[in-house]
């Protein structure tokens, strides 16, 4: 069973920066496309980015595009997500979640998820 932990998460001014974490662990843990998805206060969760399981493949949500991006570090077993010109709307609970296959934006083809990291932009 593979464990994720977001961190990296607070309260940060409109135009600001934060930089997400998510470390996997568990005794079978192997590199496996991941993805970001945030879910705002009264909203259903949504897609923001993915990265296939080498990080030659990225993709990112419209909303997020130019301003996010989603790296990894194999070695570490840890996916980062750097989000630059924050602003009110991207408040809300990151999750990191992992799946098989390659990767997707589709939430219900990823079998493990953290706890989420908060996030919230004033302005």
């Known amino acids: 069973q593979v464990q994720l932990v977001e961190s990296g998460g607070g309260l940060v001014q409109a135009g600001g920066s934060l930089r997400l974490s998510c470390v996997a662990s568990g005794g079978t843990f192997r590199p496996r496309p991941m993805g970001w998805f945030r879910q705002a206060p009264g909203k259903e969760r949504e897609f923001v980015a993915a990265?296939?399981?080498?990080?030659?493949?990225?993709d990112y949500a419209d909303s997020v595009k130019g301003r996010f991006t989603v790296s990894r570090d194999n070695t570490k077993n840890t996916v980062y997500l750097q989000m630059d010109s924050l602003i009110p709307e991207d408040t809300a609970v990151y999750y990191c979640a992992a799946k098989g296959g390659p990767s997707s934006r589709q939430q219900n083809q990823y079998d493990s998820w953290g706890q989420g990291t908060q996030v919230t932009v004033s302005s």
């Open positions: 990265i296939s399981w080498l990080g030659g493949t990225t």
